[in-house]
T-cell receptor, first 108, second 113 residues
Framework: QKEVEQNSGPLSVPEGAIASLNCTYSDRGSQSFFWYRQYSGKSPELIMFIYSNGDKEDGRFTAQLNKASQYVSLLIRDSQPSDSATYLCAVNRDDMRFGAGTRLTVKP | AAGVIQSPRHLIKEKRETATLKCYPIPRHDTVYWYQQGPGQDPQFLISFYEKMQSDKGSIPDRFSAQQFSDYHSELNMSSLELGDSALYFC????????????FGEGSRLTVL
């Protein structure tokens, strides 16, 4: 089992819809959780981080964390074509480990 | 604001040659990570350093070695290059006590012919 698993893509949503990205992790000692966005050939850039159970909202993005279920998700409201990218879930304990990423396409 | 600097940005080598990638972290960041990302793959953790000491080791081949120097910059040395080593190599840094966020460099693209 991989340390960090993400829902398999690619994921395609129409413009204006909600995109839902999911991630599970295996290490119960994980302390912090990150969502990175990566455009093709570019370096990952941080979208959000979350430490505590519950929801954390930042503009159109909402991260949700459930440590009991070892589950973290990212919701993107009012999806835009510019949101089309690969989204990487990352989990940190002593070091940062990434999931395989979910490719999101937002169609105009 | 200063970011993570990687060099070279592009590198082309022949099989069995040696390559060295350099990473200059954000000032006052004491932790450096190296990742390898093949085409269509997720970033694979290679190795990390904290305060010039190796802190963790991932899927780094024995042909690769790395170190962090007194000025906190890091170098990834790759020998006996294979075709499968062709990838984007990212360096990332973070500071102690920060949110834990990694700040990535723009990557070094290695092509092995």
């Amino acid at each position: 089992q991989k340390e960090v698993e993400q829902n398999s893509g690619p994921l395609s949503v129409p413009e204006g819809a909600i995109a839902s990205l999911n991630c599970t992790y295996s290490d119960r000692g994980s302390q912090s959780f990150f969502w990175y966005r990566q455009y093709s050939g570019k370096s990952p850039e941080l979208i959000m981080f979350i430490y505590s159970n519950g929801d954390k909202e930042d503009g159109r993005f909402t991260a949700q964390l459930n440590k009991a279920s070892q589950y973290v998700s990212l919701l993107i409201r009012d999806s835009q074509p510019s949101d089309s990218a690969t989204y990487l879930c990352a989990v940190n304990r002593d070091d940062m480990r990434f999931g395989a990423g979910t490719r999101l396409t937002v169609k105009p | 604001a200063a970011g993570v600097i990687q060099s070279p940005r592009h590198l082309i080598k022949e099989k069995r040659e040696t390559a060295t990638l350099k990473c200059y972290p954000i000032p006052r960041h004491d932790t450096v990570y190296w990742y390898q990302q093949g085409p269509g793959q997720d970033p694979q953790f290679l190795i990390s350093f904290y305060e010039k000491m190796q802190s963790d080791k991932g899927s780094i081949p024995d042909r690769f070695s790395a170190q962090q120097f007194s000025d906190y910059h890091s170098e990834l040395n790759m020998s006996s290059l294979e075709l499968g080593d062709s990838a984007l190599y990212f360096c990332a840094s973070r500071g102690t006590g920060d949110t834990g966020e990694l700040f990535f460099g723009e990557g070094s693209r290695l092509t092995v012919l």
